[in-house]
């Protein structure tokens, strides 16, 4: 499904809980949400949350708001309240050789699969981020920055960013010349010249071309022509 139900509107002054009270007006209960931290990472896993969020004040979660617009501590603090509120939460790790294995995009729906599979109540009703994902074993509806406007969406994206950054600052103990534990996997600057001048990490994903060529399988960058 890639609309709302027959009837069901959101107000665009509603906020972070507009789009389940329009859901929870039409019988739709429990209503999950899910999303996923990592994709975009060339080292590391790919971790996705799936949250289900209590209707009236006990699913607000004060401060809740997309994981990337949070500060680290900010994220702490709505992680421990989501698992506090949350009817029901779960969390699924992808192992960077599985997404190696599968690729990006199939590990990353497979991964949103798992993590509302795993949920211990089913959801009547799932809430995506960005695109549709079939084979959730309900109805749903993919919502353009979902983590930043839907809050069942904003508590998945904030499970599985920390769960992920946590991941992260562990195997920066295993790999310190990488620094994991202060980019978490991204490409940077730091990150870059670490993979020149170490090669890949056992904890880096080889399909990413810049992994490839540290370690040597893809052909250098051509330099720039000065002519």
Do not use: Q
């Not at 590391?44 to 979660?61: H, K, Q, S, Y």
């Not at 401060?63 to 501590?73: E, F, M, N, Q, Y």
């Not at 509302?116 to 695109?131: E, M, N, Q, R």
């Not at 994206?157 to 992260?168: E, I, P």
């Amino acid at each position: 499904m890639s609309t709302l139900p027959r009837g069901a509107t959101v107000r665009r002054d509603a906020g972070i809980y507009g789009y389940e009270r329009a859901l929870r007006r039409h019988g739709l209960e429990p209503i999950a949400g899910v999303d996923e931290a990592g994709r975009g990472a060339c080292a590391g896993p790919l971790v996705a949350g799936a949250a289900i969020l209590p209707p009236g004040r006990a699913g607000v979660v004060p401060g809740l708001a997309d994981s990337k617009l949070l500060t680290a501590a900010a994220r702490e603090r709505c992680y421990d309240e989501i698992l506090k509120r949350a009817v029901a939460w779960s969390v699924v790790v992808i192992p960077h050789g599985e997404c190696d294995r599968l690729g990006m995009h199939v590990a990353n729906v497979e991964a949103l699969r798992r993590a509302v599979a795993k949920l211990s109540v089913p959801p009547s009703y799932v809430l995506t981020d960005g695109f549709p994902v079939d084979g959730l074993g309900a109805p749903g509806l993919a919502v353009w920055k979902g983590d930043r406007v839907v809050a069942c969406v904003a508590a998945a994206s904030v499970l599985a960013k920390v769960t992920r950054d946590r991941l992260m600052v562990e195997m920066d103990r295993d790999w310190p010349a990488y620094d994991f534990k202060t980019h978490k996997g991204y490409i940077t600057a730091t990150h870059t010249e670490a993979l020149e001048l170490h090669g890949p990490s056992p904890v880096h994903r080889m399909r990413f071309v810049n992994v490839r060529r540290a370690a040597g399988l893809e052909p250098a960058e051509p330099l720039e022509s000065t002519s």
